[in-house]
Nanobody, 123 residues
Framework: QVQLVESGGGLVQAGASLRLSCAASGRTISRYAMGWFRQAPGKEREFVAAMAWTGGSTNYADSVKGRFTISRDNAKNTVYLQMNSLKPEDTAVYYC????????????????WGQGTQVTVSS
């Protein structure tokens, strides 16, 4: 089982940028698909972005396309989410997740989850 710890969240104004990090331990994530999800108060957890183990295949929610970028550094066993042009509607707890199959196949494949990091965007 891989353990995941998110960091980098905070309170920012609309239009600002943040970079979230997800540090993995216990196993190397080089063969895992990695994803970011978020959950706003009173809402269900939703998909944000994912990257297959090869790094060449990515997928983004329509609401973040062109603003967010997922990346990975296998040498550091870390995944990142660069978030630009943040909007108040991006406010949520952001979770990192890992799928051992290595391909992007939906939320059900992500068996390991971090505890989340809060992102708050003020208008």
């Amino acid at each position: 089982q891989v353990q995941l710890v998110e960091s980098g969240g905070g309170l920012v104004q609309a239009g600002a940028s943040l970079r979230l990090s997800c540090a993995a331990s216990g196993r190397t994530i080089s063969r895992y698909a990695m994803g970011w999800f978020r959950q706003a108060p009173g809402k269900e957890r939703e998909f944000v972005a994912a990257m297959a183990w090869t790094g060449g295949s990515t997928n983004y929610a329509d609401s973040v396309k062109g603003r967010f970028t997922i990346s990975r550094d296998n040498a550091k066993n870390t995944v990142y989410l660069q978030m630009n042009s943040l909007k108040p509607e991006d406010t949520a707890v952001y979770y990192c997740a890992a799928d051992p199959l290595g391909v992007i196949r939906g939320i059900s494949g992500f068996g390991s989850w971090g505890q989340g990091t809060q992102v708050t965007v003020s208008s």
